[in-house]
Nanobody
Framework: QVQLVESGGGLVQAGGSLRLSCAASGSIFSIRGMGWFRQAPGKQRELVALIYSGGSTNYVDSVKGRFTISRDNAKNTVYLQMDSLKPEDTAVYYC?????????WGQGTQVTVSS
């Protein structure tokens, strides 16, 4: 079974950029959908971005035009390029397949955006 490990988070000033990576232990070539999710303190986890095997993508309205999801099947990795970051983007970011498989939630990677 695929395992997922997130990395790339950190502390950045508002307006800055980060690129998150989600490395899969197995092949993601056959996985139809991969997604990035986030959970801010005191809030429920929310879907941020999705990418399907054919390359189509979907984003939550709050990140449209600022975040870009991509996947490299050869490297079994999904990326989230985050530009023009805002303090409200502060959260722990997770990746998972879509539809979600609960057993695949990892530790996530913390993103903190200072104002």
């Amino acid at each position: 079974q695929v395992q997922l490990v997130e990395s790339g988070g950190g502390l950045v000033q508002a307006g800055g950029s980060l690129r998150l990576s989600c490395a899969a232990s197995g092949s993601i070539f056959s996985i139809r959908g991969m997604g990035w999710f986030r959970q801010a303190p005191g809030k429920q986890r929310e879907l941020v971005a999705l990418i399907y095997s054919g390359g189509s993508t979907n984003y939550v309205d709050s990140v449209k035009g600022r975040f870009t999801i991509s996947r490299d099947n050869a490297k079994n990795t999904v990326y989230l390029q985050m530009d023009s970051l805002k303090p409200e983007d502060t959260a722990v970011y997770y990746c998972n397949v879509f539809p979600i498989v609960e057993q695949l939630w990892g530790q996530g990677t913390q993103v903190t955006v200072s104002s």
